[in-house]
């Protein structure tokens, strides 16, 4: 089977420089927190594989979902950390999809639900969009509530009371406050669930 495997892997970089030969080549992958092992071991041969050749391999995942694997291959190639928009980038992704620039409170409000995650900005503007109104206050749509469901289903309930507490407490939170109220005092097991 790894013999079998590994003539796959040399059929797919040599069809990759195949198509390098006349221009070079982007390979874009998305969700690589999702992908299996050997999928990642593909990636990981081809990185090493393909280096020479004017073929960019582009990876995107989500750093807090990333398997030890993956964190190994993405280790050994250059970064870029993708953060949230900024108060700004939020306008201008806003003034973009609703097709009209939008009154500045409602942008700081966008941007203060979201966090500057593009798509909960998305989802808030599509919102506000059938509401017909910038004035309606910024709720939670169903899909963002659906995705935040789907995350927190992967947890454990110690580390969702924990959440739940930090919701309560804020954007900005001590570690001892939730030491002292979601984890009775046991700052090591509050600190455990962090890491979770």
Do not use: M
């Not at 409602?106 to 004035?135: C, D, K, M, Y």
């Not at 289903?153 to 939730?178: H, K, N, Q, Y």
């Amino acid at each position: 089977a790894g013999d079998a495997q590994f003539r796959l892997f040399e059929a797919v970089a040599r069809c990759l420089g195949r198509l390098a030969a006349g221009r070079p080549v982007l390979v874009v992958l998305d969700d690589l927190q999702w992908a299996d092992e050997p999928s990642l071991r593909l990636l990981g041969f081809l990185a090493r594989a393909l280096a020479a050749e004017p073929i960019a391999l582009l990876g995107a995942y989500r750093d807090t979902e990333a398997s030890p694997e993956l964190r190994k291959i993405a280790g050994q190639a250059q970064q870029l950390a993708l953060a949230g928009l900024t108060q700004d980038g939020v306008g201008e992704l806003a003034r973009e999809l609703a097709g009209t620039p939008l009154p500045p409170q409602v942008t700081a409000q966008l941007w203060e639900r979201s966090g500057g995650n593009p798509f909960f900005v998305r989802e808030l503007i599509r919102l506000l969009l059938a509401q017909g109104s910038w004035h309606q206050p910024v709720q939670i749509p169903a899909s963002v509530a659906e995705t935040l469901r789907r995350r927190l289903a992967r947890l454990s309930t110690e580390c969702v009371r924990l959440l739940e507490w930090a919701a309560i407490a804020g954007r900005d939170i001590d570690v001892g406050l939730l030491a002292d109220g979601a984890a009775a005092g046991h700052e090591p097991a509050a600190l455990s669930l962090l890491e979770e």
